[in-house]
T-cell receptor, first 116, second 113 residues
Framework: AQKVTQAQTEISVVEKEDVTLDCVYE???????LFWYKQPPSGELVFLIR??????QNEISGRYSWNFQKSTSSFNFTITASQVVDSAVYFC?????????????FGTGTRLQVTL | DTGVSQNPRHKITKRGQNVTFRCDPI?????LYWYRQTLGQGPEFLTY????????KSRLLSDRFSAERPKGSFSTLEIQRTEQGDSAMYLC???????????FGPGTRLTVL
């Protein structure tokens, strides 16, 4: 069975601070995919990134960066110079390649509050 | 708008009534998923279609729940004899077979009184 743990329930930062959201996953499959989604107050889940289990390269997209470490089963997400618009709930998710379904297993989310 | 759409956005019903939700995926996407999200939790997988075939159902999906995807286009999720525990946000997502990203609709918020 797959499991995703986001231990940080809620984080509050002041605008322009850097913030890291933690994600730890569990799976016995060797082929899997990791995702981050953003859920703003409007409620719609917004896809941010996908990584596969064979690609441990870190990725940077603007103010966002992701650190994937198989040795610690972690896929952490850092926002640099946070902005008020970053306030949302962020979900880490995992899917395994079963050949048929690729359902997502989500963590419980981390609520990020960015204030002025 | 070329994203995933869901209707209605909100539904309030009385316990024991039947409700039906609709999801229209991104047009070229052949995979369609239903998830349920309760307050303070991440979405939980309910069921999945590839084209018109329902290939997997979660144990969360009791006999009161049924989903269809006729002709492999839009999908409907019906809940019969609703219970208060069914109150949640019901999310639909779609993806391409060869690409793993799932794109979500805005959800249908169900409140069972």
């Amino acid at each position: 069975a797959q499991k995703v743990t986001q231990a940080q329930t809620e984080i509050s930062v002041v605008e322009k601070e850097d913030v890291t959201l933690d994600c730890v996953y569990e799976t016995r499959d060797t082929t899997y995919y990791l995702f981050w989604y953003k859920q703003p107050p409007s409620g719609e889940l917004v896809f941010l990134i996908r990584r596969n289990s064979f690609d441990e390269q870190n990725e940077i997209s603007g103010r966002y960066s992701w650190n994937f470490q198989k040795s610690t089963s972690s896929f952490n997400f850092t926002i640099t110079a946070s902005q008020v618009v970053d306030s949302a709930v962020y979900f880490c998710a995992l899917s395994v390649n079963t050949g048929t379904a690729s359902k997502l297993t989500f963590g419980t989310g981390t609520r990020l509050q960015v204030t002025l | 708008d070329t994203g995933v759409s869901q209707n209605p956005r909100h539904k309030i019903t009385k316990r024991g009534q039947n409700v039906t939700f609709r999801c229209d995926p991104i047009s070229e996407h052949n995979r369609l998923y239903w998830y349920r999200q309760t307050l303070g939790q991440g979405p939980e997988f309910l069921t999945y279609f590839q084209n018109e075939a329902q290939l997997e159902k979660s144990r969360l999906l009791s006999d009161r729940f049924s989903a269809e995807r006729p002709k492999g286009s839009f999908s409907t999720l019906e809940i019969q004899r609703t219970e208060q525990g069914d109150s949640a946000m019901y999310l639909c997502a779609s993806s391409l077979v060869v690409v793993n990203e799932q794109f979500f609709g805005p959800g249908t918020r169900l409140t069972v009184l």
